[in-house]
């Protein structure tokens, strides 16, 4: 087994962890009850799929045409920075928007926060 | 060898992207759900747009990686900010 071997057995089984999470996401997508748990399964698994995928191409680049691929680590960063905010925008504007939640969820601390807030704010009451 | 495993993963990941497409027409998801399956459908093309640089063993496909994500970022960014409050660049700051 040469070097060579190696390395694609390497880029395999990142391609194939990426592959399954993302893949595991989709199907999150399909069986999940609302918008909130639905946006754990996008954002968790599909960011962790994508990162493993350019992983794998930044190896391959590596040791195939031993060329460090700056722009990989860009996208990398990039990725592993932006995508939970993005995540975090989308969830946040749900529950702004008044998106319910599912039948079976059992609490709501957001809600809570946002009420007692909302007490505070009242004309004729100091706030502390 | 090599080339038809990546295929496969390239065949998979298509099959997750019909899954958010359907998803996005489904009649009952709301703007939420389609702003976030937007945002998962930009990071699958990526990984696409990844496996098959490595196909064609070519590096030029990599400047496509930073580009969408970019787009796929401030696009649910500001989708968000809009569904939220109706604005997506504030002028005025304060009460």
Request: net charge neutral; charged share 20%; aromatic share 8%.
């Amino acid at each position: 087994m040469n070097a060579g071997a190696v390395i694609e057995v390497i880029v395999i089984l990142c391609m194939l962890v990426g592959t399954a999470a993302t893949i595991l996401s989709s199907i999150g997508v399909i069986r999940l009850p609302d918008v909130y748990t639905r946006a754990h399964a996008t954002t968790k698994a599909t960011t962790l799929g994508l990162l493993f995928i350019l992983l794998g191409t930044f190896i391959y680049f590596l040791f195939t045409h031993e060329k460090v691929s700056v722009r990989l680590i860009l996208g990398i960063i990039f990725v592993y920075l932006t995508a939970p905010v993005a995540g975090h925008m989308a969830t946040r504007s749900a529950h702004r928007s008044r998106v319910a939640l599912a039948d079976i969820s059992v609490c709501d601390d957001l809600q809570r926060d946002l009420d007692l807030e909302q007490q505070d704010q009242e004309p004729g009451k100091a706030r502390v | 060898m090599f080339e038809y495993i990546m295929y496969s993963f390239l065949f998979i990941l298509t099959i997750s992207l019909v899954i958010a497409i359907y998803r996005i027409f489904k009649r009952s998801s709301t703007t939420s759900d389609r702003v976030l399956l937007i945002d998962s459908i930009s990071y699958i093309i990526i990984a696409m747009v990844a496996i098959l640089s490595i196909i064609m063993d070519t590096e030029a496909y990599l400047d496509a990686i930073l580009l969408i994500g970019i787009l796929g970022f401030l696009s649910t960014i500001a989708l968000a900010r809009f569904i939220e409050r109706g604005v997506v660049i504030e002028r005025r700051r304060g009460d």
